[in-house]
């Protein structure tokens, strides 16, 4: 059984920064594409970014520059590191896991969820 959870999560200012972490157990997060999304109220989950099984890391066009994704294979954790936060950034963020080969862009295509965490960020 695969669990993924996410923590890091909190209140910051525009501007500042958070790190997000995804523990996963019951599998190894390299043995699957890693995904962070974001649902904020009242619209649908977007991807934020992710990570593949050879390590390539790809973002959406909204953090590029600002959100940097790594992996840690021996704690068996993803992080987000998210700089330069604005308000538009406040979601509820999750981390996902794909068994495929490649990085789905789209929700659906993602095996396992964790239950997301809370960031906020404040004007």
């Known amino acids: 059984q695969v669990q993924l959870v996410e923590s890091g999560g909190g209140l910051v200012q525009t501007g500042g920064s958070l790190r997000l972490s995804c523990a996963a157990s019951g599998r190894t997060v390299s043995s699957l594409g890693m995904g962070w999304f974001r649902q904020a109220p009242g619209k649908e989950r977007e991807f934020v970014g992710g990570i593949t099984k050879n390590e390539g890391t790809y973002y959406a066009d909204s953090v590029k520059g600002r959100f940097t994704i790594s992996r840690d294979n021996a704690k068996n954790t993803i992080y987000l590191q998210m700089n330069n936060l604005k308000p538009e950034d406040t979601a509820v963020y999750y981390c996902?896991?794909?068994?495929?080969?490649?990085?789905?862009?789209?929700?659906?295509?993602?095996?396992?969820w964790g239950q997301g965490t809370q960031v906020t960020v404040s004007s």
């Open positions: 996902a896991g794909d068994r495929d080969y490649g990085l789905p862009v789209t929700a659906n295509e993602y095996d396992y």
